[in-house]
């Protein structure tokens, strides 16, 4: 008779970790595809050429250069990073934040976000074994700064992560609130500025002004999804200490070599940025004009909007070949809500086509 006893995930895996759901991405094959935030516009012909010259250069025999100095270098380049500010890469921005949590996770300490905001800062505080503690946000979206305050007080948190703008609300906080919330913070403050291409503020010439302050970005929201490129600018003191906690290799020869290519070109993709901007307008204002429809002005590239029957209205809008993405029971604040991305003029016409003959049919 064995002794062995049966090991299932069940009694050898945290508790909390068995209670989470994976992060869902849907399928979105022959659809139109307006959920995730992406840039809908091609690169130039010329510019997919020079990055085919240099990815067939690329020697995918040897290991990237860890350091990705290059790539560091020209993102100091066009950022315009304050002077003694260094730059930290990650496999997108969730990499950045899960390193940010390893850092600081220590017996009993707190990730303090709003809500509702990104759901990767909950998740990853989680993953590591942080407590994690959520602040309401008003009924406008707008930072409820006096519960912010005591929330700080009281909880002393290791870790504060702001999204600047928002998501999935798409506005932008109160710049002298979160000064005050990172004055007022013993921990880490970060701004996360995923959107910062389609909005009209920055903390980044902030930095060094605070000795608490980081700021992190990501290049998937301009045009580099696929590339997986994401960074935390900030004193070097926190950074060094970071690197520790990366592990060799995260940013491929690949993505190294095509950032870098499209970077000497970020002209361009601010240029598409601008054209997304001037979408969004449009797509707020034919949004507007839909009976029962409440949308939300937005500093990023998608627009949240509430409507009555929210699911069924989502449902009605795949039928009809578009995807958007569903917010409805995420979070109360975002009962009844969905978010749309800003694509393309004809993508955007498709969708509101599409919605408007849903809320018809369901009338």
Known sequence: MSLHKTVTPENLIRQELLALHAYHVPTSDGMVKLDAMENP???PAALREQIA???????INR????????????????????????????NGSDEIIQLLALAVAKPDAVLLSVEPSF?????IATFVGMRYVGVPLTRDFSLDLPAMLDTITRERPALVFLAYPNNPTGNLFDAAAIKQIIAATPGLVVVDEAYYAFA?????????QYDNLLVMRTFSKLGMAGLRLGFLAGPTAWLEQLEKLRLPYNVGVLPQVVAASLLTHHDVLLAQAE????ERSRLLAALGGIAGVCAYSSEANFILFRVAQATQVFEGLKQRGVLIKNLNGGHPALTDCLRVTVGTPEENG?????LQDTINQLA
């Open 275 to 278: 054209k997304i901007k001037l």
């Open 350 to 354: 498709r969708f509101i086509a599409a």
């Open 119 to 123: 759901v990767m800062y909950k998740m």
């Open 41 to 43: 516009y091609p690169l």
């Open 53 to 59: 010259q240099a990815v067939a250069g690329a020697e």
């Open 63 to 90: 290991y990237p250069d860890a350091a990705a100095r290059q790539l560091k270098a020209d993102i100091r380049k066009v950022v315009a990073l304050p002077s003694g500010m260094e730059v930290l890469l990650g």
């Open 200 to 208: 009209k503020d920055s903390f980044i010439p902030q930095l060094g």
